[in-house]
């Protein structure tokens, strides 16, 4: 039985490689992977013996000949193919260990493998006759059962099941290549447009509870070779976590980091923020958040961007269940606490999200793909547009509600005052009704304060509603054709109205 070897990533290599010559493998390599078994002992016949030919090219070519491809490739079920190997003289190999150069870790034309995956698909493609291994995680496994087969090598089953991490591999490194070509190409016309081709590779790294509904099957997958901050999370407590616990978890870290330094509290239910504050502590910022709705919070998700203490557990314990909370961290015994009033609650502690890149979304047939969300008009850019100026703290509520909304379900208004988002409007058909619901919310809390809409008021009745609950100040992209209309609006009720120039709908 013959093995070629040829990995960058040599762990594990030496002791797969002793273990297969205790059982009686010839084994076969080239360039570095052929010294590290030459310099710890383990026989080993140098490619350039079987090919006849030197590496050249700066070792670009080593492996590339019919000498090791024959032995490949040859179907062992067909005469014909065996008969070619005898004229030539070349020895069938049976088992092929290869993983390749580390693009992801360091992307550059020197870093895309040639040799390398031209043997692993080889090798995968004809897995009713080879073995092929590109994960150290399977070195023992596979020795295991070679030592239990004998003669009879790896099973069928074995053997396509590694068939299918070789197939994954490639397709992964490959992948990896064309996402570098695309970061790099500053070329007009790949900055202009999105790219012509999107290529996912992704791994399972965490089952989940079930998806959107008990009856589905969920799991999170990453990019390969990637990670993201929810690979770092830990969960103190509770119940096994679900597919829209992670998403609505997703969705509270998000808007909790992007409300600034002071210490905030952010509650969502499906996706959509029910309860948004600022404050000076921490439980204050969460006693504020849960009275903004606090039916609404009973199983929502709450996020924090402080450490939670004593004082923040005592107003967590007396208010609504949450089914998850999501912090930087606990401080000491209060994991005990909550756990002792809300044992199905799961308690997770996570790092600052990061951005993402490209966003995908899949319809029928097909995905929808763009950048990211993201707010690029900032507050240096955004114009008043009424006769009457807002106050500082107007301003501040201001751009709170516009971040606020960011985050809410299209169409979205929200309204805040000092810093708290009483009244939350999302996902209706119009813009009057997501208004009326904010303000029933906020029930006279807001004002004084600021009211965001995500997209501009196409008619004054949207901001007529607004001025009726009673705040001083309006923020929105502006761009209707009436706007002059909505102006004239504001300025009869005396309140200030900001223009942003950008509008942000979120589905």
Known sequence: MRALLSVYDKTGLIDLAKGLVSLGWELVSSGGTARALADNDVPVTEVALITGAPEMLDGRVKTLHPAIHGGILADRSKPAHLADLEARGIEPIDLVVCNLYPFRAEPSIEMIDIGGPTMVRAAAKNHDSVGIVVDPADYDSVLDELRTAGEDGLSASTRRRLARCAFAHTAAYDAAIVGWLDETDTSEAATALLPPTVHLALERVQDLRYGENPHQRGARYRAIGETSWWDDVEQHAGLALSYLNLYDADAAWALVHDLGDRPAAVIVKHANPCGVAIADDLATAYEQAFACDERSAFGGIVALNRPIDDATVEAMVHAAQADVVIAPGYEAGVIDRLVAKRKNTRLLQ?????????????????????????????????????????????????????????????????????????????????????????????????????????????????????????????????????????????????????FTGERHFLH
């Open 350 to 498: 996570a790092g600052a999200p990061q951005a993402s890149g490209l966003q995908l979304r899949q319809i029928t047939g097909g995905f929808l793909v763009q950048d990211a969300p993201s707010f690029v008009a900032t507050r240096d850019s955004w114009r008043v547009v009424t006769r009457t100026e807002p106050t500082p703290g107007q301003w501040s509520d201001a751009e709170m509600a516009w971040r606020v909304c960011g985050h809410v379900k299209s169409n979205a208004i929200v309204m805040v005052k000092d810093q708290v988002a009483w009244g939350i409007g999302a996902g209706q058909q119009n813009r009057v009704e997501s208004g009326e619901i904010a303000a029933k919310k906020a029930a006279g809390r807001a004002m004084g304060g600021a009211c965001a809409s995500d997209a501009f008021y196409p008619f004054r009745d949207g901001l007529d509603a607004a001025a009726a609950t009673g705040v001083a100040v309006v923020i929105q992209p502006g761009g209707s054709v009436r706007d002059e209309e909505v102006i004239s609006a504001a300025d009869e009720h005396g309140i200030a109205m900001i």
